[in-house]
């Protein structure tokens, strides 16, 4: 299509409009040349960067329209298929570990015991487990303090749009792998859904910085001796979000043994307004190749995935009928009520112990051993309690219980369900071939003591979820109240068919989530006709848990640690104001010139503290752009790297002084800079090429970009001022004063906008809304307007 008669008049037409960059193109071949541009257009290229054979050297910044990141498919590709292969590793990884260590915990009291007696077994329980809580502990108060916790508030605040820094790196993603295996074989009432779903968003980012960055950078000259790469965050920023929630996805996956689950988890997770339409199929294809990889890890070492994740692989007894339904209900709505109070309770004890933390001297030494000894509770609770039960013959079911303080063949139902892994837990609670083999008592006293000890966890510095744990209560409960009722003599269905429905209902309301948790629990049963039953306890229960909390477990947590997270419908009290009651408190002086000296922008940096992300730029009384704080502190460090003779290559606020680049244009990739000639060339050489290629690498982004060409030739910049005209969004968004509300609010929230200028119905600014100041006032109006 190089020759045909549309591209041939194009190309006379540039030729004619632009003879210098047609001059420094390939002589062989204009036209070969152009037809490269206009195929690649579409990707992560731009117009200059082909046309000139080189990075994209520009004298200002483009910018790209919100909500996309513009990247080629191989490079997005790319990096779907590698999280989903790290994280099927890394699953492995912990598979194998943690089976070997909770194995040799277990064998060895198991020993002790029947050598030295049930006292001694529970000891060495203890001494074991609180040395593995030790490491665990440590690691995450020396090394990585934010891995306490699930991450998924973060992770959540993350994907919906807003920054979060220091909450992806390499450091993080080791200290919580690592850490998240220990807390498993310490014992603690916790799952492993919530770290590993933040650890497949923290591998995916890293793996999309590293595949995607040398495509969202340029380079913007700031004078004829200082260069700077600017990232167009929101290309990028975009691209992550995509991968960290393909990464989430995987992490479900593999946990559940479930590809689907994983993806409407994660729709959930993110919210229907935040997911991208090509993250459906990315998601689809992620999840497929993370559990296939899983499976072909795990045959390597004749391992099975039914040892490892909950699935009923032999046919049970799963009948119902409709008499079974007001039980069902009753469960539901009463476990519907449980779960929200047991969330204010987790909340709660938080809280206190936050504040108690904050007061000790040695915070870190003490948040250390207060974990280790709050493990050393557990362990020593579970023991205690399980010797209230009494020893049962050997089950009919052939399935795993513990023996604990019973003589050989016999088995004890409480240590069963407690001295044991969650997963094994509910296996057990699960299972409809074990009818009579936990009776209710057994059930209800583990109910009682697993709930204390999983609300006195919350605020230490354990890598946990609650997903799994809140599945063990519900079906505790629910294997309780249907042991119960078969015992008197009523015909009802087995037990195992009312844990799942207090499964199900329990962790409806914990995590608010209905579909995810449908699809989550049956697959987990592999039995599809409890489908009707677990929709009608889900129902049921979040009904009555929305009535008691507004949001879920995580979604109270983001708004008691201030997370920024702005939610997807208009809170209440934002009706009836505009746009210029959400006016950020703006110090006038951080509205900047076009051209400001370094004085001016370090003023306004330090006017504003360090949640302030977005400046704008005013010419008069007109906001002209938008600059990051970001972009601010790397022109900065760019100009006194440049003035010491160097050029600065600068990623958002971190620079790397190279040598500096006069007269010279250089072909190597941007992210392996050449080392190109010093200040030894003459200034009329400078005059003569570097000022042509100057102004000629402006015209052709600014055509990529569809600016104007008004003015570009000659717009040279003031000695001793910072051009912040080359490096702002030359493209804020812009509405009126008296914009209602609920308008500008579906704007960030769904179209994703990190900031909007405010200007009277003349154009005259009035002020700037962003997203932070968009959610604090949000949030104080929601208050208001509850109380």
């Not at 993350?158 to 014992?187: E, K």
Request: aromatic content about 8%; overall charge neutral.
């Amino acid at each position: 299509g190089v020759e045909a008669p549309c591209l041939q008049s194009l190309s006379a037409a540039l030729r004619r409009r632009f003879p210098l960059t047609f001059a420094m193109l390939d002589p062989n071949g204009p036209k070969l040349q152009l037809g490269r541009v206009l195929a690649r257009s579409a990707g992560a290229g731009t117009l200059s960067e082909f046309l000139l054979g080189q990075p994209e050297r520009v004298s200002r910044r483009t910018t790209s329209e919100p909500g996309s990141h513009r990247l080629p498919e191989v490079v997005m590709w790319g990096a779907t298929l590698l999280t989903a292969a790290c994280m099927s590793a890394i699953n492995f990884f912990s598979l194998m570990v943690i089976e070997k260590t909770i194995h040799h915990k277990f064998r060895l009291m198991q020993r002790v015991i029947e050598a030295f007696g049930v006292g001694m077994g529970i000891v060495v329980l203890t001494l074991v487990s609180c040395s593995y809580a030790l490491l665990c502990a440590t690691m995450i108060m020396w090394l990585a303090p934010n891995c306490g916790g699930s991450g998924l508030p973060e992770n959540k605040c993350y994907l919906n749009g807003s920054r979060m820094p220091s909450l992806f790196t390499w450091r993080t993603l080791i200290v919580r792998i690592f850490t998240s295996i220990l807390a498993n074989a310490a014992g603690f009432p916790v799952g492993r859904e919530g770290p590993t779903v933040t650890i497949g968003g923290n591998l995916a980012y890293l793996i999309s910085h590293t595949m995607a960055m040398p495509f969202v950078r340029q380079w913007v000259d700031l004078s004829h001796k200082v260069s700077m790469v600017i990232v167009d965050e929101e290309r990028f920023a975009h691209a992550t979000r995509i991968n960290c929630a393909v990464g989430g996805a995987c992490a479900m996956a593999m946990l559940f043994n479930t590809p689907i689950g994983g993806l409407l988890y994660m729709f959930e997770e993110v919210s229907p307004a935040s997911w991208p339409i090509e993250l459906t199929f990315r998601a689809f294809v992620g999840t497929t190749i993370c559990a296939l990889i899983s499976y072909w890890l795990l045959s390597l070492v004749n391992k099975e995935i039914r040892e490892f994740v909950i699935f009923a692989w032999l046919p049970e007894d799963k009948e119902w009928s409709v008499h079974d339904m007001p039980v069902f209900v009753v469960v539901a709505a009463f476990l519907g009520a449980v779960t929200a109070y047991h969330t204010r309770m987790m909340l709660g004890v938080a809280r206190i112990r936050k504040q108690y933390q904050s007061r000790r001297k040695q915070h870190k030494t003490f948040v250390i051993v207060e974990t280790v000894l709050y493990c050393a509770a557990c362990a020593i609770t579970s023991g205690l309690v399980s010797l209230v039960s009494q020893c049962r013959k050997p089950p009919r079911s052939n399935l795993e219980y513990v023996q604990f303080n019973c003589p050989v063949g016999e088995y004890n139902p409480v240590a069963s369900l407690l001295v044991n892994t969650s997963h094994s837990s509910v296996k057990l609670l699960f299972s409809g071939n074990n009818d009579g083999e936990i009776l209710y008592r057994s059930s209800a006293v583990a109910f009682v003591a697993y709930f204390l000890l999983n609300v006195g966890l919350a605020g230490l510095p354990v890598p946990g979820g609650a997903f799994t744990a809140t599945m063990v209560l519900g079906g505790l409960f629910g294997r309780c109240v249907g042991a119960f009722l078969r015992e008197m003599g009523f015909q009802v269905a087995v037990s195992g068919v009312y844990a799942v429905v207090g499964a199900s209902a329990m962790l409806c309301g914990f995590k608010q989530m209905a579909a995810a948790v449908v699809l989550i629990v049956v697959q987990c049963v592999n039995d599809f006709n409890m489908t009707p039953v677990v929709m009608l306890s889900v129902s049921v229960a979040l009904a009555v848990n929305r009535a008691i909390n507004e949001r879920g477990h995580d979604e109270e947590q983001i708004e008691r640690k201030g997370l920024p997270y702005l939610e997807n419908e208009v809170p209440p009290g934002l009706d009836v104001c505009t746009a210029s009651d959400l006016l950020d408190d703006l110090p006038a002086v951080a509205q900047l010139p076009p051209h400001a000296t370094p004085e001016c922008v370090e003023r306004a940096l330090e006017a504003t503290d360090k949640q302030w992300s977005d400046f704008p730029i005013l010419e008069g009384r007109t906001c002209v752009g938008v600059i990051t704080r970001d972009h601010l502190l790397a022109t900065l460090e760019a100009l006194r790297a440049g003035f010491s003779g160097n050029s600065a290559q600068c990623l958002g606020s971190s620079c790397r002084a190279t040598p500096l680049a006069v007269g010279a244009r250089s072909n190597t990739p941007l992210s392996a800079p050449s080392s190109p000639p010093h200040d030894s060339e003459t200034s009329a050489t400078l005059s003569a090429t570097e000022k042509a290629r100057r102004v000629d690498a402006m015209i052709m982004a600014r055509v990529a970009s569809g600016l104007s060409m008004e003015g570009v030739e000659n717009s040279p910049m003031p000695d001793h001022t910072i051009p912040l005209d080359r490096i702002m969004d030359p493209t804020p968004f812009t509405i009126v004063e008296d914009m209602p509300a609920a308008r500008l609010y579906s704007l960030f929230a769904k179209a994703g906008e990190r900031a909007a200028c405010v200007t009277t119905k003349a154009g005259e600014f009035r002020g700037i809304v962003s997203r932070g100041g968009l959610i604090v006032a949000a949030r104080q109006r929601a208050t208001q307007a509850r109380s």
